[in-house]
T-cell receptor
Framework: AQSVSQHNHHVILSEAASLELGCNYSYGGTVNLFWYVQYPGQHLQLLLK??????LVKGIKGFEAEFIKSKFSFNLRKPSVQWSDTAEYFCAVNGNQFYFGTGTSLTVIP | NAGVMQNPRHLVRRRGQEARLRCSPMKGHSHVYWYRQLPEEGLKFMVY????????ESGMPKERFSAEFPKEGPSILRIQQVVRGDSAAYFC??????????????FGPGTRLTVT
């Protein structure tokens, strides 16, 4: 069965700290990978996506993610977070179905 | 091109009443997904529909919940005899296609259901 795991449920960082949010999936076939962000009071927006090619993908607002096939991982990173990055982050995998992780709540302290 | 539309944005129902949530997908999208987001929890898949067909309803509670996506008009998520535990945000998403495809899902703003 296909599944997505986000290991960090709550993350608190100070501004300018570096961020890495973990995402692992279980699916043996070809997958498309996504990170979505949900700012407080808003709906989900696509942050970045991986379909094929370069496993290091760049998204909006300075975010990037790296697909490591051997580890079934698609971790999200940002070198220096800002207060405005406070949000809920969801990893999603589209293999034979679209599955979301349970989300990671990020709080950035000014 | 309008995005995914959901209405109402906020819905208050008393226990035992029915709740109807509507979702209009993006223009040209024929695949609709419903998710539920409970407080302090992530998105939970409920159902995946194409026009006039339910493709996957593995995430739907067995009783009181139903969904449809008619040939004409929006997709409807219907909750009969609501209980307090149904209080949540319900999100709809649409895509051009699904499965082994490259198309991501676009989300609507959600409907926040409160059961009193």
């Amino acid at each position: 069965a296909q599944s997505v795991s986000q290991h960090n449920h709550h993350v608190i960082l100070s501004e300018a700290a570096s961020l890495e949010l973990g995402c692992n999936y279980s699916y043996g076939g070809t997958v498309n990978l996504f990170w979505y962000v949900q700012y407080p009071g808003q709906h989900l927006q696509l942050l970045l996506k991986y379909f094929s090619g370069d496993p290091l993908v760049k998204g909006i607002k300075g975010f990037e993610a790296e697909f490591i096939k051997s580890k079934f991982s698609f971790n999200l990173r940002k070198p220096s977070v800002q207060w405005s990055d406070t949000a809920e982050y969801f990893c999603a995998v589209n293999g034979n179905q679209f599955y979301f992780g349970t989300g990671t709540s990020l709080t950035v302290i000014p | 091109n309008a995005g995914v539309m959901q209405n109402p944005r906020h819905l208050v129902r008393r226990r035992g009443q029915e709740a109807r949530l509507r979702c209009s997908p993006m223009k040209g999208h024929s695949h609709v997904y419903w998710y539920r987001q409970l407080p302090e929890e992530g998105l939970k898949f409920m159902v995946y529909l194409q026009k006039e067909n339910i493709i996957d309803e593995s995430g739907m509670p067995k009783e009181r919940f139903s969904a449809e996506f008619p040939k004409e008009g929006p997709s409807i998520l219907r909750i009969q005899q609501v209980v307090r535990g149904d209080s949540a945000a319900y999100f709809c998403a649409s895509s051009l296609t699904s499965g082994q495809s490259s198309y991501e899902q676009y989300f609507g703003p959600g409907t926040r259901l409160t059961v009193t």
